[in-house]
């Protein structure tokens, strides 16, 4: 029943916070410009700040990236997603540039939480996310860790914990079969 509500509240442009195979998360649907704007206000995050977006799938990311048949993008792919790898690629020009932080990249990951894969396939489109506290804060993993002041920002949360500990992995795709680490986490790929 709260995925049902949390869908009809992204589809009305709003926010919402749910669990993920990560850590709790705060987000909106990407096709909607004023959500985002106040994802940013929310996190108090700085709009020279790239957001990442969560896809129900790989196809559902290949359309958000120029460099989608790539052979070694498509085998980090296959290797690590559903999983806690977030992949910084070259934006498509259907991702709002508002979440790219000044680039043309953008950090793209499948969740591995059948519930949140199914809620962002039923949506139709990514979901702008980042975890679900005040920039600086540690990022919480219980619901009962998201505080209470973050939690009358948005219209709604799904009240479950998420399945992980840490924040994902991010790396950035250099091309050439090559990857940067952006930020260290649980999962490795090797260059």
Not at 31 to 59: F, G, N
Not at 66 to 71: A, I, K, L, N, S
Not at 108 to 131: C, F, M, N, Y
Not at 145 to 170: H, M, Q, R
Request: one cysteine or more.
């Amino acid at each position: 029943m709260s995925y049902l509500k949390a869908l009809q509240i992204l589809k009305n442009g709003g926010l919402i916070v749910f669990p993920c195979d990560t850590v709790m998360g705060v987000g909106c649907a990407m096709d909607k410009p004023e959500a985002i704007e106040r994802l940013y206000k929310v996190k108090r995050r700085q709009k020279d700040q790239a957001t990442a977006v969560l896809v129900s799938d790989s196809k559902m990311a290949e359309s958000l990236m120029t460099d989608e048949t790539d052979e070694f993008l498509k085998n980090i792919f296959k290797n690590h997603w559903p999983g806690a790898l977030t992949v910084v690629v070259k934006a498509s020009d259907i991702v709002p540039r508002s979440i790219c932080g000044g680039t043309n990249f953008v950090g793209v990951r499948v969740p591995d939480h059948p519930s949140l894969q199914e809620l962002i396939k039923e949506l139709g489109t990514p979901l702008v996310a980042t975890s679900a506290n005040f920039k600086g804060e540690e990022a919480p993993v219980k619901f009962a860790e998201v505080s209470k002041e973050f939690l009358s920002l948005v219209d709604f949360a799904i009240p479950e914990d998420s399945t992980g500990t840490v924040a994902s992995t991010v790396i950035k795709h250099l091309g050439e079969g090559r990857v940067e680490y952006l930020r260290r986490g649980s999962v490795s790929i090797k260059n």
